[in-house]
Structures are given as structure tokens and as C-alpha cells.
């Protein structure tokens, strides 16, 4: 996975944003591919007029700060099942197929 300055991926409910970075791990020889995930609140500040972020939360945030954070494991988990081929064990990968639009039978 190359490095870049930008997420490939973001989650957003409200002010609260989970960015997925790529990242290349390096130990003992080996290397391999992973993810950090970061997540805040965005904010506008009056007293100078710009936009801020914050890893602080109010209670009313929490129901969105977990969801992103689902949201995020869940992308994070689907890709490196696809990557190394492995089944998703805890129903993550079917969350996706639960989702489809179900069709009428003839």
C-alpha cells in the first residue's frame, strides 16, 4: 500500500468523521499492509472564523462517534479478509448482502 497524504476512505455522521489511512508495518524482517484509523469533530470556531477539529465528544455525539467507528472496522475488516482470503467469522462480510434490496419471486 503506498503512503499518501489523503484517506482512502471517510465515514461522516454529522461533525464526526472517521479517515482510514493506509500503512505499511515493518518488524523483524517482515512487512506487511494495515490501516490507523483516526477519528474527530469537526467544528467551526466564531472567534476566528475557522474550521477545527477536536477528539473530544459531548454525550449526544456518542451514537455517531460509534457509528463511524463501525463503520470504519467494518471496511477496515472486509479488506484485509479480501486480502489474505479469509471468511468473515462475526457476520461482518454478510452485513453488506443483508443490505441488498430484496427481489419479489416470480
Known sequence: MPQSNRPIIEFKAGPV???????????????WDS?????????WDPTDGQHRT???????ELPKLVLVANEAFAYVTLK????????????ASN???AEQP???AP
Request: charged share 35%; net charge positive.
Open 17 to 31: 468523521h472517521a479517515s482510514i489511512w493506509p500503512e505499511r508495518i515493518k518488524r523483524d524482517g517482515r512487512s
Open 35 to 43: 490501516f490507523s484509523i483516526q477519528i474527530q469533530k469537526i467544528f
Open 54 to 60: 477536536t477528539s473530544y465528544f459531548r454525550p449526544d
Open 80 to 91: 484485509q479478509q479480501k486480502s489474505t482470503g479469509e471468511n468473515a467469522d462475526d457476520g
Open 95 to 97: 452485513r453488506a448482502a
Open 102 to 104: 430484496k427481489k419479489d
